[in-house]
């Protein structure tokens, strides 16, 4: 079945990086975009990022524009976040999510993973 | 981009319906029909309620139906559940520099 699997959170301190992944199954990963969205303790879900079926187009949240990257590796069927500058109010579990429709994103989520959590604390 | 507005709880009997309301502006929900609906259970993956704004996905059950009207959302919920007691948010399109946004989540309890 469909699956998502999260990887690379942990206690960061401020000012640095972290690097997260998101393992994809049982689908085909190469077609469909892909977004990455958080959730800050006590908080609600934020959209953080968005990546095309094929990696061309790329989109941020006004937070992370700057700091973080998102990327995709087909060939591994892998989605990835690279957060620089970490900051405190950068804690939260993020979740990669596939979107419903293929080639064309509708920024529906249909399958998300169980999340992974970052906190940024010296 | 602020995110959406919608009513920090709603609450209602088993069997009755409740509607949640999600606002927005001209720059997405008015504009735009990539309305979505989420039911998030705290400490698992929150779960594909409605998409387009009135689509539901395979597997959910039709007592959850959408809705928009000018500038708002709507996510109603028919002869409600114990196990629907969760935080639901909506999703929205929008023209602003980031392209989506979620509302402010509403808590839902089924007394």
């Known amino acids: 079945q469909v699956q998502l699997v999260e990887s690379g959170g942990g206690v960061v301190q401020p000012g640095r990086s972290l690097r997260l992944s998101c393992t994809a199954t049982g689908f085909s990963f190469s077609s469909y975009g892909m977004h990455w969205v958080r959730q800050a303790p006590g908080k609600g879900l934020e959209w953080v990022a968005l990546?095309?079926?094929?990696?061309?187009?790329?989109y941020y949240v006004d937070s992370a524009k700057g700091r973080f990257t998102i990327s995709r590796d087909n060939s591994k069927n892998t989605l990835y976040l690279q957060m620089k500058s970490l900051r405190a109010e950068d804690t939260a579990v993020y979740y990669c999510?596939?979107?419903?429709?293929?080639?064309?994103?509708?920024?529906?989520?249909?399958?998300w993973g169980q999340g992974t959590l970052v906190t940024v604390s010296s | 981009q602020s995110a959406l507005t919608q009513p920090a709880s709603v609450s209602g009997s088993p069997g009755q319906s409740i509607t949640i309301s999600c606002t927005g502006t001209?720059?997405?929900?008015?504009?735009?029909?990539?309305v979505s609906w989420y039911q998030h259970h705290p400490g698992t993956a929150p779960k594909l309620m409605i998409y387009e704004v009135s689509n539901r996905p395979s597997g959910v059950p039709d007592r959850f139906s959408g809705s928009k009207s000018g500038n708002t959302a709507s996510l109603t919920i028919s002869g409600l559940q114990a196990e629907d007691t969760a935080d639901y948010y909506c999703s929205s399109y929008t023209s602003s520099n980031t392209p989506y946004v979620f509302g402010t989540g509403t808590k839902v309890t089924v007394l």
């Open positions: 001209s720059s997405d929900i008015s504009d735009y029909n990539f």
């Open positions: 990546i095309s079926y094929d990696g061309n187009n790329k």
């Open positions: 999510a596939k979107d419903l429709r293929g080639i064309v994103v509708v920024g529906a989520l249909e399958t």
